[in-house]
Antibody
Framework: QVTLKESGPALVKPTQTLTLTCTFS??????????VSWIRQPPGKALEWLAR???????FYSISLKTRLTISEGTSKNQVVLTMTNMDPVDTATYFC???????????WGQGTLVTVSS | QSVLTQPPSVSAAPGQKVTISCSGS????????VSWYQQLPGTSPKLLIY???ERPSGTPDRFSGSKSGKSATLGITGLQTGDEADYYC????????????FGGGTKLTVL
């Protein structure tokens, strides 16, 4: 059974760095073809893909956010970490950790974590 | 404004059929697989259709996907009140360095 769960602060101040952790089970990121992405959704708005890490440690980023994002494996082999620098109120959103297939669809989603950016 | 264009809303009566379109371009919809997601109120999105037409186990056959040229379509027959949700299309775009595009979402109301 595949599960993913996001964790991190619910509130960050403008200009701070956000660090989110995805803890997953039911699959191994070291298995060939496995990928984990982060996707966000501002309140009442559409989904936006942010970043991806692959089984071979390849990493990909949204072109518009590339300079602010870093994706990496966590301290445990079943964790993926996303950092986003220089947070702004427009970054207020629910952030989802998602398993991604080699043909780019997202088959398992975490419950999401709402991050509010406010002073 | 999303690169993938979906109608903001559609509606139909229970038992009826509805279609939701997703329009893109040659760098995304036309030449790459499209997937569809259902997001019920207050929940995470759920994979509904993948690789243009395929249903994961658990997706009822009332849901179908199709694609022609630069446009993909999600069809839902035998509408139920439980189908009220937001629906998103998604696909890879060859100009975006492995980035995935999402449509703006369509709110389905079952009258």
């Amino acid at each position: 059974q595949v599960t993913l769960k996001e964790s991190g602060p619910a509130l960050v101040k403008p200009t701070q760095t956000l660090t989110l952790t995805c803890t997953f089970s039911g699959f191994s990121l070291s298995t060939s073809g496995m990928r984990v992405s982060w996707i966000r959704q501002p309140p009442g708005k559409a989904l936006e893909w942010l970043a991806r890490i692959d089984w071979d440690n390849d990493k990909f980023y949204s072109i518009s956010l590339k300079t602010r994002l870093t994706i990496s494996e966590g301290t445990s082999k079943n964790q993926v970490v996303l950092t986003m620098t220089n947070m702004d109120p427009v970054d207020t959103a629910t952030y989802f950790c998602v398993r991604q297939s080699p043909t780019y669809f997202f088959d398992f989603w975490g419950q999401g974590t709402l991050v509010t950016v406010s002073s | 404004q999303s690169v993938l264009t979906q109608p903001p809303s559609v509606s139909a009566a229970p038992g009826q059929k509805v279609t939701i379109s997703c329009s893109g371009s040659s760098s995304n919809v036309e030449n790459n697989y499209v997937s569809w997601y259902q997001q019920l109120p207050g929940t995470s999105p759920k994979l509904l259709i993948y690789e243009d037409t395929e249903r994961p186990s658990g997706t009822p056959d009332r849901f179908s996907g199709s694609k022609s040229g630069k446009s993909a379509t999600l069809g839902i027959t035998g509408l139920q009140t439980g189908d009220e949700a937001d629906y998103y299309c998604a696909t890879w775009d060859s100009t975006l360095n492995a980035g995935v595009l999402f449509g703006g979402g369509t709110k389905l109301t079952v009258l």
